[in-house]
């Protein structure tokens, strides 16, 4: 498996979670190592366009998208789930990976944004084998609704995409590495994905 190299994300904290649950990860920013890897995690905290432009010039998002194309299951986490979409309006239009329809935009509503909690998911699918109906820590502002490929919403200023799949691809709008024992079952369902 390969744990994608952000520097917008806490790389120390999913490695430990990925170790925890059995899963060997080799961290790295080496666009041909992601394009030939049969397992991807793509992290990610703060600012959608900031974690695109890292992705664009380091040329792993060409690379991620040869890996899914070749078969890869990929696995985006919170702003990595966030880039998977078309686009997002953070800070204007910034667009996505394109690998699962739709678009991300800023929470609005009475509740204070950023959202900064525990949330309850309704879910379904392999994903979340074992923890349908469990809560996940989030820390968002921004979120997808209503994704055509959506398998988990959640509820703040409405009802929300919390995840999503498109074939081998998932992405979890909240941090499994912080969600105890619901998010480390999130992450060994994904690494028995085969």
């Given amino acids: 498996m390969i744990l994608i190299d952000s520097p917008v994300a806490n790389m120390a904290n999913i490695a430990r979670a990925l170790r925890e649950v059995g899963a060997a990860a080799e961290i790295t920013r080496d666009p041909a190592a992601v394009a030939r890897a049969q397992k991807l995690v ?21 690379a991620i998208r040869e890996a899914v194309t ?3 299951f990929l696995l985006g986490i919170c702003v990595g ?8 309006d953070e800070y204007g ?15 609005s509503g009475p509740m204070p944004v950023p959202q900064i909690a525990w949330n309850r998911v309704r879910a379904r699918g392999p994903l979340f084998d074992g923890v349908e109906n469990e809560s996940f820590y989030f820390v968002n502002s921004y979120a997808a609704r209503d994704a055509r490929d959506e398998i988990a919403a959640a509820d703040y200023n409405g ?17 499994p590495e912080k969600s105890s024992h619901a998010g480390l079952r999130v992450l060994r369902n994904f690494a028995a994905c085969n």
Wanted: glycine share 14%.
């Fill in 42 to 62: 793509l992290p990610g905290v703060g600012s959608f366009g900031v974690a695109m432009q890292f992705l664009r010039e380091a040329h792993i998002d060409e």
């Fill in 70 to 72: 070749n078969g890869a």
């Fill in 81 to 88: 789930h966030q880039v998977l979409f078309d686009h997002s």
């Fill in 93 to 107: 239009i910034t667009r996505g990976l394109g690998l699962v329809r739709g678009a991300v935009q800023r929470f």
């Fill in 159 to 175: 009802a929300f995409t919390a995840a999503v799949q498109r074939g081998r691809v998932f992405g979890v709008q909240f941090h």
